[in-house]
């Protein structure tokens, strides 16, 4: 099976880690990888921050980028959420009859990493090793945007060694939130303190998402207190074997 | 008691982030919002679980929502009809001046001099409390929560729980301090039976009320008021004179309807079967309740959010509360840093639309965009998709003046537009920032204080600096290297 990447501008920029594990796990489950060379971002950030002419033309751009491509996956729910959510608005709106038309033929193979795994090729067990206590924080935008459900659940409960301890309130948000983190920093601080809360308390090792952007909000508060715990992509978990542990950052 | 919180006017309220810095430095008021919204919530979820046909109901409710917001002139019409017919007196005011001089003369002409209020939040919206007390009428509350808050001089906030952000030892302080009760318990029954002691003589002597009303009935002409305690029903029932404030959106085309809407509000608004006490009353009836009976219907900028169609949803709202109780936002800072008597994610759309944009801003980025406010709406109100076209309309604000030129957000999001634009441009800001940011990454790759913006992050939290190589850049290299 072949399949494209579409990285998204912050794991490029800040958690390249997280790519080459999707690059080693899709690779090791027998798929032809791609990585289109002129992607950037999907306009999410500008599209949550009300900047909706700038959204309006990353999300063209990332259409004509795609528009021949067999499948799509992505390491972050947030932006597939993005393209799922916001994409038909944005071309509505526009009112471009072609983009609609290729975006429509586009959206059914556009896959956030779990669903990947679980619908596409559908597997649970990726062959994956990591004998740690791992939490998992259900983003809100798998959650209650792409409605993911168990997937990550059933693809971490088949890693070798992995105890996955239940999270307190797994619904609800860390606090991030985009710009919302900068423009309202003491309220989704307050947040993020909640979260942390629950979040320690289940003693793990390591919280896992399939977002990074929560999890940076996360792990930057764990190193900030210099909490007995951190965060990693569950790509990484589930890139990891027993010869080869997971790439983490310092 | 003033404690400081800033009256609820949207004109005259500071900033969202700003105003919710004295509640998040507030411990004793952000345990009392955790506490009952978690109380509120568990027992919502319990009795939604026993409803089967939750889902149906919700997309039944919002059904009929939508049907009366698209032909909403010919229902509030056929409800002026029958309301009329059966004795009623309908009044239409254009914004909060009109209905509080229509309420005034209604009352002037009464010659009273006091009225018994039960809970209205529209009453709150117009300002009428104040409106009142500069005519010389003395306006009494009487829904227990509005009785605490009038007496401690506090403001709402919350819409179903206005007191919501006292627990009952603040509640006997204020009772004993204004009733002269020095010996109050702060037992649950102490205190509600301190509140009766105090009132029932005023429900038996101010022969006038007001109300506001939870539904009005097109085709029979009725108003339905759904309560707790009872206070609303003796307000309803025992004046002579009856005035009915009401949003223009209330109305709802037939009485078959109400089985819908009353079965997902009481369930939403505070985790029950049933409100306890539901009062429906159709016009006047001889020798039976208020003889007079008003009914003002409010626009007060309504008609404009009806003419926008994806705004227009929040005109489905029944006012239940839900999506405030599970706001991770409304959970950390209360109804008052909204600065209006609408908080939390209804009020984050509602204030501002209210306000025709020209404030309240910033509640529109209010929100963490989380969703559980659309999740939990039982009339499935897209609040995300509401507050993503009110922030696009501020940045549109915002693009009209030059003010922007200074706001480094701003500066910040139209260059990165810029260089999203290229992955060329992209990769060279990546490089960029990897400069940038080398001077303030220590030698454990993280960073721990930025200036500007970037303070605004690393006031809390750490930041990884940014990796030496792209994930692009290690891509290309392994291309190179035939992988």
Known sequence: ?250 | MNTGQPVLDPRYAPGFPIAALPVLRNPQLRKNVAHATDVIQSERARLIAEKSDWQELRSAASAIRNHVLENLGSYLEEFEARCTAAGGTVHWASDAAEARAIILDILCQEQASEVIKIKTMTSAEIQLNPALEAAGIHAYETDLAEIILQLGEEEPSHIVVPALHLNRSQVREIFARTMGLKDLTDDPKALTAAARNYFRQKFLTIPTAISGANFLVAETGSVAVVESEGNGRMCLTLPRILITLAGIEKVLPRFADLEVMLQLLARSATGERMSPYTSLWTGVTAGDGPQRFHVVLLDNGRSSILARPIERQTLKCIRCAACLNTCPVYRQTGGHAYGSVYPGPIGAILTPQLMKMEFAQSLPFASSLCGACYEVCPVKINIPQVLLELRSQVVNQERGQAAWLGDLMFLGMKAANSIFASARRFHAAQALCRIALHPFTRKDGWIHSLPSLGAKWTQTRDLRGLPSQSFRQWWAARAKEGR
Do not use: W
Not at chain 1, 6 to 25: H, K, M, Q, S, W
Not at chain 1, 160 to 170: F, K, S
């Open chain 1, 1 to 250: 099976m072949r399949a494209s990447l579409f990285i998204t501008c912050y794991n490029d920029t800040l958690f390249p880690e997280t790519g080459r594990a999707v690059v080693r796990l899709l690779e090791r489950l027998g798929v032809a990888l791609e990585f289109h060379p002129k992607q950037t971002c999907c306009g999410q950030m500008h599209a949550n921050t009300g900047f909706r002419a700038e959204a309006f033309s990353q999300a063209k751009r990332f259409v004509g980028l795609y528009r021949e491509t067999e499948t799509v996956v992505v390491p972050s729910s947030s932006c597939v959420a993005m393209i799922r959510d916001q994409y038909p608005g944005l071309f509505e709106d526009l009112g471009d009859e072609t983009l609609r038309r290729d975006f429509a033929a586009l959206l059914p193979r556009i896959f956030e990493l779990s669903e990947f795994l679980t619908d596409r090729l559908g597997v649970e067990d990726v062959g994956a090793y990591f004998p740690h206590r791992v939490t998992y924080h259900a983003s809100c935008h798998s959650l209650r945007g792409l409605h993911v459900g168990d997937r990550p659940m059933r693809l971490l409960n088949k890693v070798r060694g992995l105890e996955l301890i239940p999270l307190e309130n797994m619904d609800r948000c860390c606090g991030f939130g985009g710009t919302f983190s900068i423009k309202n920093a003491e309220v989704s601080s307050a947040m993020l303190a909640t979260k942390l809360q629950d979040v320690m308390a289940t003693r793990a090792e390591y919280c896992t998402a399939l977002d990074n952007s929560c999890l940076m909000h996360l792990g930057g508060a764990m190193h900030r207190q210099y909490a007995a715990m951190r965060t990693i992509h569950l790509a990484q978990i589930l890139a990891a074997t027993e010869g080869a542990p997971p790439e983490e950052a310092a």
